[in-house]
């Protein structure tokens, strides 16, 4: 392998073990002010979230993340400690997934920061899971808690603007290349928020779920939760050509996403649905191999939620809520019994927006 100081890295394409390789190449753009700035995401974090993006989208084809190329543009302000740092999150996340970053390139932006990432992954040859091929009677599973992300960041948001960021000693000095104070972490464990903040700044894809749901090879789509779950949900649904129902009662919400969402008086839905930036996947397996998936990722640590069910039918997906059971007649003196049902929009969350 030739990585970094040539005009390109040159790579070896693995063999598989069971024949040949196909490559999954993604790329993402993270831009200071549009996906987070200087008060909810310090350089190292902005780093690995980075390059997490992309490792995400490789699982969510079912592969295996290899190669990255970096690019960054800098601030002509920036001191090189803070380079240093974003390289570090980037070179943290690198190691932890084991990709390679092999190359990129460097230079100067007139105001804010800007990092683009490309990665490269395998998959074995024709077996790369797409958002087509939901079928019917498919149940539709996550591989984690869903909201989290955008309830750090409500928080992170919060917190900064009643100052709660604390400066650094340096940059208490007020050097001009200084960044503005990022909220702390333990402000975040001070006010029981913790684990929703590092969810936000440091995604954990599920690439070891990924490669044990396409191994068993009963996944029909699959798709990795960025823009939100009514998103994602809505591009199987289109691509498949099927209405997905998602019931209220199976998505997972973890406990400090209820305590916080009580706390602030947000429904937990709107983050659920439309956060994003969960990083979890979203797919559809035939049902007869569903709970024997789900009991071999628990076997092995992880986690996977059913959610719902695929049904036939225009492209839409619907949520079925968990209030009282309402009567519906479905013939001549024949009543039956449902959960009503919502549409859900097709939108994503668009944080800074709000």
């Known amino acids: 392998m030739v990585g970094i100081g040539d005009d390109t890295a040159v790579v070896e394409v693995p063999p598989g073990e069971s024949g040949a390789l196909q490559w999954l190449l993604a790329v993402d753009t993270m831009v200071e002010t ?37 690019s960054v543009s800098v601030p002509q302000a920036w001191e090189p400690a803070r380079m240093r740092r974003l390289y570090d999150g980037l070179y943290a996340c690198a190691e932890h997934y084991g990709v390679a970053i092999v190359g990129g390139d460097t230079t100067s932006s007139p105001l804010h920061l800007v990092v683009a990432v490309t990665v490269m992954g395998t998959v074995e040859a024709g077996k790369a899971i797409r958002r ?5 009677g498919d149940a539709v599973f996550v591989t984690g ?23 650094s000693p340096q940059q208490a000095g007020g ?15 001070a006010a029981g928020t913790a684990a929703l903040v590092q969810a936000h700044r440091r995604p954990a894809p599920s690439v070891r779920a990924a490669r044990m749901l396409a191994a068993r090879g009963t996944v029909t789509s699959l798709n990795d939760v960025s823009d939100g779950l ?5 591009e199987i649904a289109e691509a498949s050509g099927v209405s997905l129902a998602l019931r209220e009662s199976q998505l997972p919400r973890s406990g400090s996403l209820a305590a916080y969402a009580h706390r602030v008086q947000v429904e937990p839905l709107e983050w659920m649905l439309y956060g994003g ?25 992880l986690p996977m939620f059913i959610i719902g069910e695929v049904s036939a039918g225009p492209a839409g997906v619907t949520l079925i809520r968990d209030a009282e059971p309402q009567k519906r007649r479905v013939g001549v003196g024949q009543f039956t019994t449902e959960h009503p049902r919502e549409p859900i929009a097709k939108r994503g969350y668009n944080h800074f927006a709000q």
């Open 34 to 70: 549009v996906h987070f700035n200087a008060a909810t995401m310090a350089e190292a974090d902005v780093g690995w979230k980075s390059l997490a993006a992309n490792v995400s989208d490789i699982a969510a084809m079912g592969g295996v993340p290899r190669h990255a190329l970096v």
């Open 132 to 136: 087509a091929g939901a079928q019917p």
């Open 145 to 167: 808690p869903l909201g989290m992300a955008a309830a750090g960041l409500h928080w992170l948001l919060a917190a900064a603007a009643n100052g709660s960021a604390a400066a």
């Open 175 to 189: 050097a001009a290349s200084s960044p503005p104070p990022c909220v702390p972490l333990a402000a975040a464990e």
């Open 230 to 234: 009514a998103s994602e949900a809505w």
């Open 277 to 301: 930036e969960d990083y979890v996947l979203l797919g559809t397996i035939t049902p007869s191999d569903a709970l024997a998936a789900k009991a071999e990722l628990a076997a092995a640590g």
